[in-house]
């Protein structure tokens, strides 16, 4: 293992055998010895991407019983979250179900070793995590590279129209796309889970009743998913957790956290999930205030401070962040095209910064908006780049990828 942490990998694959169970180890001493290597890979080579497999199935194996294997697997599992590694899960795509979960028979030589087929198929599993993580990769690369010429892309609540809003699905359909960032809202329910959800009430996206803030994490989870035309679907309410952990190597989430829920529950998450590096946070406070509410990690944070026209000293107020944090991009808002304010996108462009404006509303982006660029996209999202916008939040996150690939910012 020193050899390997001394050289600096960019990235490493773990995969573990079978053989110590065959030998009489149990379980929680396999998990114990993979815990020690994954920790000393995080300490000596902390920039290593660290992909850990799961314990692939055997067949008529009963040294090596699947019932093992599975408990490993789980344990293995919870890595992700306390050695910030990458799991991948190989088990569930070898095991036959209709065989008591034991290997596919004909993904084998022997019961235990893969032969050509079962090797394509692993090799398959592979390249698309590794490919996860190369769109993330690319997009956090973007976010902090002002002076390219992508476009980068949010997309509001996810792909709502074709999966409900705020849902795991949602975010799914994100990722198949290539968009790089989902917005998502943060809400807290009676007994302090931070789970995902827009409304303070329940009635218009689940099929619930009632306050989020009057239900309980287990009564939120007895509910529904509706989808964009108000049918119930199958799918469950997120939590914030879930929704980090299912992204995690995948694609950007963007939080749209409410005042009212103390930043340290969203930070503690943050760092269990080890995923700080690959959220972005938002809001319209000032410098002190944005200390105040976020603490000291501020600096640590993707942080973009919004500029509206209730900020009374813009000018002032750009200054004092580009004096601090130096935030990688400012999200304006703007109501008409010749407003004031629109003035400074200039200005955040020459700090080399970012600007972002929501595209989802016409009265946020001076009338060029999602609606105006289904029939004249030239006069909505073209107006908003050729006047410096370089991250655009939209309702129509297709639509704006295949119009940004025709105009070659993508």
Not at 58 to 78: D, F, Q
Not at 315 to 339: C, G, R
């Amino acid at each position: 293992m020193d050899e390997v942490t001394e050289s600096r990998p960019e990235k490493i694959f773990l995969l573990i055998g079978t053989n110590d169970l065959r030998n009489k180890k149990t379980p929680e001493y396999i998990i114990q010895k993979i815990t020690q290597i994954t920790e000393k890979i995080r300490k000596e080579s902390p920039n290593t991407i660290v992909y850990l497999q799961s314990l692939l199935p055997t067949y008529n194996r009963p040294e090596r019983p699947i019932s093992s294997i599975k408990a490993i697997n789980e344990g293995i599992k919870k890595l992700e979250d306390k050695t910030k590694v990458f799991y991948i899960d190989l088990f569930s795509h070898f095991a036959n179900p209709n065989e008591e979960d034991q290997l596919y028979n004909n993904l084998s030589l022997d019961g235990l070793h893969l032969n050509g087929k079962g090797y394509l198929k692993w090799k398959k599993i592979i390249e698309n995590k590794v490919n996860d993580y190369g769109h993330l990769k690319k997009s956090l690369q973007h976010l902090k590279n002002p002076s390219d010429n992508y476009v980068f892309v949010i997309a509001h609540r996810g792909d709502w129209r074709n999966a409900p809003e705020n849902s795991i699905q949602a975010i799914k359909g994100c990722i198949d796309m290539g968009v790089d960032a989902v917005e998502i809202d943060i809400a807290e329910t009676k007994d302090g889970h931070i789970i995902i959800m827009h409304d303070k009430k329940l009635e218009r996206t689940t099929n619930g009743k009632g306050a989020v803030k009057e239900k309980t994490l287990k009564e939120i989870k007895q509910l529904v998913l509706k989808d964009g035309v108000g049918r119930k679907t199958k799918y469950k309410i997120p939590t914030l957790k879930e929704a980090l952990l299912f992204s995690k190597g995948k694609i950007i989430l963007d939080l749209d956290v409410k005042s009212e829920i103390p930043f340290k529950k969203i930070a503690q998450i943050l760092e269990e999930t080890g995923t700080t590096n690959q959220v972005i946070l938002r809001s319209y406070r000032p410098l002190k205030e944005a200390y105040a509410y976020y603490g000291n990690i501020l600096k640590k944070l993707n942080y973009i401070p919004g500029v509206s026209k209730k900020i009374k000293n813009i000018d002032k107020y750009i200054k004092e962040f580009e004096s601090d944090i130096n935030p990688l991009a400012y999200a304006i808002k703007f109501e008409k095209d010749d407003a004031p304010i629109t003035k400074f996108m200039s200005v955040i462009a020459k700090n080399k910064d970012k600007v972002w404006v929501h595209s989802i509303t016409a009265n946020r982006s001076g009338g060029h908006d999602d609606e105006k660029a289904i029939t004249d996209p030239d006069n909505a999202w073209g107006w908003l780049i050729n006047n410096g916008v370089n991250m655009i939040q939209t309702d129509r996150p297709r639509l704006l990828l295949n119009y940004l690939r025709s105009r070659g910012v993508r």
